[in-house]
T-cell receptor, first 111, second 111 residues
């Protein structure tokens, strides 16, 4: 089978740093993606890691360790607009272009 | 900009009706996907397609079928709608990467 695990909720204050972890178990792995979804909106792509290490895009960074089947999304200098759900997604699961999503982490940023 | 368009934002159908959800993308992407999103369950993959007339089952294909007669169009069909298919349906497309582009979603209510 295949599964992804991430915390259901995280709360942080403006200006802080928060890390959202994702562990996965899947047959075949090509990469780990992260998506952001605001309430009532569609998911939007944040990052994709195919290789081990840290990828940085502005205030957001994403990390992957394939040997540990683990990744995380790091959000720095949190802003109120970062309040949203964040999903990790594994590309793999028996097909190169299949993406399986986790159940999502609801991030609440408080003033 | 990539555009993924879903034909209906809101639909209300009766149990037993046949339902068609249409999705069109304008970026010549090979891959197209149908997910459903329910609170607490994240995005669950119903079907995906990696080429015209090709389809693969996702994690929850029961009760659904799909059609991809043209590269830009991917249709989801509920042969006989049931109340447990009340959900938000999200279409997405991608090149051969971990980046999906989502439509705005179709909220289906089955009475």
């Amino acid at each position: 089978g295949q599964s992804l695990e991430q915390p259901s909720e995280v709360t942080a204050v403006e200006g802080a740093i928060v890390q959202i972890n994702c562990t996965y178990q899947t047959s075949g792995f090509y990469g780990l993606s992260w998506y952001q979804q605001h309430d009532g909106g569609a998911p939007t792509f944040l990052s994709y890691n195919a290789l081990d290490g840290l990828e940085e895009t502005g205030r957001f960074s994403s990390f992957l360790s394939r040997s540990d089947s683990y990744g995380y999304l790091l959000l720095q200098e949190l802003q109120m607009k970062d309040s949203a759900s964040y999903f990790c997604a594994v590309r793999g699961g028996g097909a190169t272009n299949k993406l399986i999503f986790g159940t999502g982490t609801l991030l609440a940023v408080q003033p | 900009d990539v555009k993924v368009t879903q034909s209906s934002r809101y639909l209300v159908k009766r149990t037993g009706e046949k339902v068609f959800l249409e999705c069109v993308q304008d970026m010549d992407h090979e891959n197209m996907f149908w997910y459903r999103q329910d609170p607490g369950l994240g995005l669950r993959l119903i079907y995906f397609s990696y080429d015209v007339k090709m389809k693969e089952k996702g994690d929850i294909p029961e009760g659904y079928s799909v059609s991809r007669e043209k590269k830009e169009r991917f249709s989801l069909i509920l042969e006989s709608a049931s109340t447990n298919q009340t959900s938000m349906y999200l279409c997405a497309s991608s090149k051969n990467t971990g980046e999906l582009f989502f439509g705005e979603g179709s909220r289906l209510t089955v009475l």
